[in-house]
């Protein structure tokens, strides 16, 4: 089972940091400090760190019309210019980002903080990921929002929504245990540890240049995104119905047959029913688990 540390900066709070063992949150933590987070990986020996912040200030690859160009879609000459490539990226696709420019003196403070993590993460034995390898040993930059959007496929409902629509998301990726409580740092934290979990796991995506940074994602990301509905029910774009339902009867849409974990959940259920009768039975068989009829609906 993977297990990875998602850690959320702040300069002036502390870090939020939580621990996943595949997609079960493990322990949160909340005001860590640099040192601390050291200590703390060190203790914990994760897979891998994300850290939802660059790693160092941007190299300003986009001032130079020849890098632009050599984009798959290239921005408008002017436009982007401070933006390192993996954020023109999420720009270009509707999901808004922040800009890391080359000038110092220009960064916000929670990116200093940030640094300041990827540092504590190197102490520890977790060199910034840039996009060589599979990633496993490394310290990630993710970035939660862009998760959630490649997780559900739609860009948030509104700021209204933004703790309920977080934690809607990461229940519908399958990751249990998240605190009821949880502010929405401690949340992000989460989404960071997934966003690795996945990465490591072969789920994930980059985007950037290894030369200034790499984004890590939890999936593949498309080329544009329509606006969440609010999440009052199932997530899906709004002004969309879900073409599709998840089999186990949760009424959820899917992409495929079943939401992560809910297969289990029916297979699980149609056993404990197949005593009372052939119905369930021949449910099994028609969902190919005939075989699971056998030694194991006797156990």
Same mark, same amino acid.
């Given at each position: 089972?993977?297990?990875?540390?998602?850690?959320?900066?702040?300069?002036?709070?502390?870090?939020?940091?939580?621990?996943?063992?595949?997609?079960?949150?493990? %322990?949160?933590?909340?005001?860590?400090?640099?040192?601390?987070?050291?200590?703390?990986? %060190?203790?914990?020996?994760?897979?891998?760190?994300?850290?939802?912040?660059?790693?160092?200030?941007?190299?300003?690859?986009?001032?130079?019309?020849?890098?632009?160009?050599?984009?798959?879609?290239?921005?408008?000459?002017?436009?982007?210019?401070?933006?390192?490539?993996?954020?023109?990226?999420?720009?270009? %696709?509707?999901?808004?980002?922040?800009?890391?420019?080359?000038?110092?003196?220009?960064?916000?403070?929670?990116?200093?903080?940030?640094?300041?993590?990827?540092?504590?993460?190197?102490?520890?034995?977790?060199?910034?990921?840039?996009?060589?390898?599979?990633?496993?040993?490394?310290?990630?930059?993710?970035?939660?929002?862009?998760?959630?959007?490649?997780?559900?496929?739609?860009?948030?409902?509104?700021?209204?929504?933004?703790?309920?629509? %977080?934690?809607?998301?990461?229940?519908?990726?399958?990751?249990?245990?998240?605190?009821? *409580?949880?502010?929405?740092?401690?949340?992000?934290?989460?989404?960071?540890?997934?966003?690795?979990?996945?990465?490591?796991?072969? *789920?994930?995506?980059?985007?950037? *240049?290894?030369?200034?940074?790499?984004?890590?994602?939890?999936?593949?990301?498309?080329?544009?995104?329509?606006?969440?509905?609010?999440?009052?029910?199932?997530?899906?774009?709004?002004?969309?119905?879900?073409?599709?339902?998840?089999?186990?009867?949760?009424?959820?849409?899917?992409?495929?047959?079943?939401?992560?974990?809910?297969?289990?959940?029916?297979?699980?259920?149609?056993?404990?029913?197949?005593?009372?009768?052939?119905?369930?039975?021949?449910?099994?068989?028609?969902?190919?688990?005939?075989?699971?009829?056998?030694?194991?609906?006797?156990?």
């Amino acid at each position: 089972m993977t297990r990875c540390v998602g850690v959320d900066v702040s300069l002036g709070r502390g870090q939020d940091v939580a621990l996943l063992d595949g997609v079960r949150v493990v %322990r949160t933590w909340s005001r860590v400090g640099f040192d601390a987070l050291t200590e703390l990986l %060190r203790e914990l020996r994760p897979d891998a760190v994300g850290i939802d912040a660059p790693p160092r200030p941007g190299l300003s690859l986009l001032r130079d019309p020849a890098e632009a160009a050599r984009l798959p879609v290239p921005p408008r000459p002017g436009t982007h210019l401070d933006r390192r490539i993996a954020e023109y990226e999420l720009s270009r %696709r509707g999901i808004g980002s922040h800009q890391t420019p080359r000038d110092e003196d220009r960064l916000f403070s929670w990116m200093t903080a940030g640094f300041e993590v990827f540092a504590a993460a190197e102490r520890a034995g977790y060199p910034p990921y840039l996009g060589s390898g599979e990633g496993s040993g490394g310290a990630l930059e993710v970035f939660p929002y862009a998760s959630y959007v490649a997780l559900c496929g739609c860009l948030s409902p509104g700021r209204r929504h933004r703790l309920v629509w %977080r934690r809607r998301v990461l229940e519908e990726a399958g990751v249990t245990g998240v605190p009821e *409580d949880a502010t929405i740092d401690a949340v992000d934290a989460v989404c960071a540890a997934v966003t690795a979990v996945r990465f490591l796991d072969g *789920d994930g995506s980059w985007i950037g *240049d290894e030369r200034e940074g790499v984004i890590v994602l939890p999936a593949r990301l498309h080329d544009g995104y329509r606006r969440c509905a609010a999440p009052d029910g199932s997530l899906h774009p709004a002004g969309t119905a879900p073409s599709r339902l998840c089999e186990c009867g949760c009424l959820r849409p899917v992409r495929r047959r079943f939401l992560p974990g809910h297969d289990a959940i029916l297979k699980s259920r149609l056993l404990r029913e197949m005593r009372a009768g052939d119905q369930a039975r021949r449910r099994l068989e028609d969902l190919g688990w005939a075989a699971a009829t056998g030694e194991e609906a006797n156990a």
